[in-house]
């Protein structure tokens, strides 16, 4: 039973224009999310985080959106580049030690020049 | 970029045979990770180390262990490795483990044939 989904395996967007990648969480225990990022043949580097404190995080081109009630979070990115074409990750974890995280299967963004 | 190496990079190796990955940090953090990649599930915690001797598993821990003995050096082992074992591992480095982000090391792409 996946805890974090990610229902989008691959996203088209033109450049300039806004991406938005979406998740889905089932455990109302995670109160941290994060937003990971993966390049072919390179780890995952961290994007963008929020505490469940917040609905809302921006840094730059990215602002993350949670929405606690619905259990889903969104990554909104503006504008679209073609270097931001890569697999995005979004990953949650619970408060307490060690901070293990749970992520979704992925989503697969391409954005046209 | 976080100080995080991984060795070996690439292996190809045989069913039952053991085998060794070393995650290697230069930044002194607490908490270290192992993670597996594949298609559709996204990144799996294996086990997790919380300081050196100090370990516990993850979410897809059968048929792997792990040491650390030293704060720099978290070892994965494979002790008869089968072919479900063929993935991408990954480790990630966290200063605390409570708020801190894990930032990942650069990947190991195992085969098993």
């Known amino acids: 039973d996946q805890q974090v989904k990610q229902n989008s395996p691959s996203l088209s967007v033109q450049e300039g224009r806004i991406s938005i990648l979406n998740c889905d969480y089932t455990n109302s225990m995670f109160d941290y999310f994060l937003w990971y990022k993966k390049y072919p043949a390179e780890g995952p580097t961290f994007l963008i985080s929020i505490s469940s404190i917040k609905d809302k995080n921006e840094d730059g081109r990215f602002t993350v959106f949670l929405n606690k009630s619905a259990k889903h979070l969104s990554l909104h990115i503006v504008p679209s580049q073609p270097g931001d074409s890569a697999v995005y990750f979004c990953a949650a974890s619970v408060s307490g030690s060690a901070r293990q995280l749970t992520f979704g299967s992925g989503t697969q963004l391409t954005v046209l020049p | 970029d976080a100080g995080i190496t991984q060795s070996p990079r690439h292996k190809v190796t045989e069913t039952g045979t053991p085998v060794t990955l070393r995650c290697h940090q230069t930044e002194n953090h607490r908490y270290m990770y192992w993670y597996r990649q594949d298609p559709g599930h996204g990144l799996r915690l294996i086990h997790y180390?919380?300081?050196?001797?100090?370990?516990d598993k993850g979410e897809v821990s059968d048929g792997y262990s792990v040491s650390r003995s030293k704060t720099e050096d978290f070892l994965l082992t494979l002790e008869s490795a089968t072919s479900s074992q063929t993935s991408v591992y990954f480790c990630?480095?966290?200063?605390?483990?409570?708020?801190?982000?894990?930032?990942f090391g650069p990947g190991t792409r195992l085969t098993v044939l």
């Open positions: 990630a480095i966290s200063e605390t483990g409570f708020t801190d982000t894990q930032y």
């Open positions: 180390s919380y300081g050196v001797k100090d370990t």
